[in-house]
Structure formats: C-alpha cells, structure tokens
C-alpha cells in the first residue's frame, strides 16, 4: 500500500493517520524547501511507560537552510512519540523557525510535523503543517509538502521536508475536531494546577487568516488522589483556520505519589478548542497500574479561575470503569518474517562512490551515463550490474565503467586502451578475453 494524493487529502481533513507498515512513496516530492537539523537533548528525553503504550517527550533545538529559508528553532521544543502496544506509532514535533528568506527578508515560521509512516528504507515520513508570516512563503500552508527523517545517531535528525510541486491542487487546511459533549462528565479524576509563563510565548500570523500560538506554561498537582509537580517547562500550543474555532494541544508530565503515596507519572495530552471557554478530549498515559482503566476511559476537560488557572479532567460517573475496568487485551505485533537475503549485483565503483547501493542481481537497467549502469529499486535509483562469473571475462576496466562482458565473442566495433568493444541490446559491452582473433 503507497499513500496517494487522495491520502494525503483525507488526513489534512481527518487531521491524524495510524501508522502501521505500510510504505509511504516520497515519489513527486522532488523540490526541498526546509532542510531542518535537530539536536536532541539528551539531558531532556521524559518516558511514560503505561498500559496502552509508551509516551517519549523529547526536548530538542536545530536549524534549518534551504535555497528558500535560512534560520534557526526559536526555542527548545519537543517531540512526543506514542509507541502503542498493538504496533502503532504516533509522532508530532512541534516548532518555530526564525530567519531570513531568499531575499534577506525576516520571517517566523510555526511548523506541526505528524508522522504518517515510513518510506522503503524504513525512514519515518511526516505530514507537516506550515503557517508562516512571510508573503513569499505563505505558498507553503496549502502546498503538498512530505517530509523524510534522516537518523545521523547521537542524538542528531535532518527533516527533509519536500514539496511536490506537480500538484496545483491547494491541500486544505485541517478541520477541527471537537470534544465529545454527549455524555455526562462529572467524576473529577485529576486536577492541575498552571502558571503560564515558563518557556514564554510566540505567535505566527500567516496568510488567509491562520494563526498559531505556542504559549509556555508549568504545572503542579496538589489533590488527595495525587500530588506531583512538571517535570519541565511545557507548550500550549494554539491553531486557528479562517472560519473555524482556535484548537489547543497542551502537552505535559507530572511526576508525583498517588493517595497511596505511590510513586508515579502521568502523561497529559489535552486537545480541544477554545471558544468562549476550554473545552477538550484528553488523552492520559500513565504508569500507575491503579489507573491503567484511565487510559481507555471517556474523558473530557474544562478550565475555571476561581483559584487560579486550573485545568480539571473528568470521565463519565461509572463505577464499573474502575471496579470492573474492560482493559482490552493487546495482541502484541507479530514480528515482519525474515526476508532471504538479496544477492547484490556487482554494479559500478562509480555509482556507489555516491552513496548509491547495488541493486539486486536481477536488476534492470533503465539508464546508462558515463558512471554506470542505473537500476530503480523501491522509488530509489540504484546500480545495476552484471553477473560476477560473466565479469571475469572481459576487462575489468569495462566492468568499473558500468558496462557488462559481452555474452559471446561477436562482432568488435571499437578497440581502445580498455580493449575490444561489441553491442549487444543496443549497449556497448566488454569483449570476452578469450575472443583472440578480434574481427571488426
């Protein structure tokens, strides 16, 4: 399965994609926009490891330089990665850049990047969205961008984000989706309390109306059912589209001791909208087994300040989530099978030189230059060479070219230092050396 524009479509409607294996196709996204460096802090990598899955909130900072952009990550921000015991992966790295464009114009630009799946080297593919203060750029926020994520290790990522500039077609902007409100809400299950502050606040004001907001804030709990406090300085992070409501994603970890005085960790993702109040759907990941039925609860969230800014998170008043919790019973992925491995062709010096690998030994050549002959693979240029028995047949020295021995000792058109040329196919090839008698 290879994700097609219609695809793409659908998740900038629907706003999220489960990710399985399915392999993405990074066909038609030819032209680079943002070539952005992430430098994780190693320092700043806070897990959650809960009953549906494991939470990883990564801190990190980075740059970015393109032909179209040159600047840096304004501020340390993060990523949370959800590694759902079923297999699923969920990914959203969200960040600002500051800098210059292409013709030395200041400009701000917020970036959502949802991973959507993985390419044919199994590297990480996102869905970014693009909100930018800069006219020159403003192009960006209905352009079919991809991106592709490169692991350099030690804590290094590039994130080639891509346009594919074939597609006229503006992607539409994400709907918003809206908390449930068919249910009676009123067990009060976590109470937090927040200082807005923290890592400050940024604002992006782009084409068409829309808007983003990254608003720092810190967190404390201090109720009889838990008693914890942040475990860093967290992101409020605010979208709005022209004619609909602005959406919030506040992303935070609380460390602390439940009423039992057992340690613990809860992972709070509250999104929803702000219309004349907050309103969410949270999702809460924690590792304090007395509250695993949380996580598969119905949840809803609101706001008062009466005592402060607090954020309260309820479920539904069902004795029977928490006497008689339905944890579902997770079938862990079955391991991919062991692929035989593939003998590679013994393709050209030149092709590899550039960081190209071998195809497969019964590749097909689709195109010839000066290094080699080329082979695609998985959307991917790569070498296509010849048997290695028939290799040792003709000169070496033709072989490095690219070009295969010939089959047999047919006719020779063209002699030169390397030594003695035919055709065969409609391609030059290397006369076996055992052809002594060279007839032109």
Known sequence: MKVTILNIIAIAILGFLQVSAATISMSGYTKEIFTITINEN????????????????Q????????????????????????????G????????????????????????????????????????????????????LQTADLQGVVDDKGNGTKIVHIMWNESNKSKIPYPSVQLPDQSRNYNKEIFTFDINVG?????????????????????????????????????????????GQA?????????????????????????????????????????????????????LHGDSTLSNGFQIHLYTVNDPNLWENPQIPQIQEPEPEPEQPQQQLSNCSSKITAQGYPCCASNCKVVYTDNDGT????????????????????????????????????????????????????????????HCSNYAM
């Open 59 to 86: 801190y990190f900072k980075g740059s970015a330089s393109s032909d179209y952009f040159k600047g840096n990550i304004s501020k340390e921000s993060s990523t949370v990665i959800k590694k759902y015991k079923d």
């Open 42 to 57: 190693k320092n700043k990598l806070y897990t959650v490891n809960g009953s549906s899955c494991t939470v990883e909130m």
């Open 88 to 139: 699923r992966v969920e990914s959203k790295a969200r960040y600002i850049l500051t800098g210059n464009d292409s013709s030395n114009g200041r400009c701000t630009i917020f970036i959502e990047d949802n991973m959507i799946g993985y390419d044919s080297q199994k590297r990480p593919v996102t869905k970014p969205i693009v909100i930018t203060n800069n006219s020159k750029l403003s192009f």
């Open 246 to 298: 602005q959406t919030l994603s506040a992303r935070y970890i609380l460390e602390g001791t439940d009423g039992d005085g057992r340690k613990c960790k809860v992972y709070i993702e509250n999104n929803g909208i702000d219309a004349n109040g907050i309103n969410t759907e949270p999702i809460i990941i924690t590792d304090n087994p007395k509250w695993a039925w949380i996580e598969y609860a119905p």
């Open 374 to 433: 080329w082979g695609v693979e998985n959307d991917n240029w790569c070498g296509c060479g010849v048997d290695t028995k028939q290799n040792s047949r003709c000169s070496q020295e033709v072989i490095s070219q690219g070009y295969p021995c010939c089959s047999s000792c047919s006719t020779v058109y063209y002699i030169d230092e390397v030594g003695a040329w035919g055709v065969e196919n409609g391609d030059w090839c290397g006369t076996p050396l």
């Open 198 to 242: 923290g890592a400050g606040f940024d604002n992006v004001s782009g084409a068409d109306q829309a808007m983003a907001m990254m608003i720092g804030f810190t967190c404390s709990s201090n109720t009889r059912d838990f008693k914890g406090k942040g475990l860093d300085n967290f992101i409020d992070t605010r979208m709005q589209f022209r």
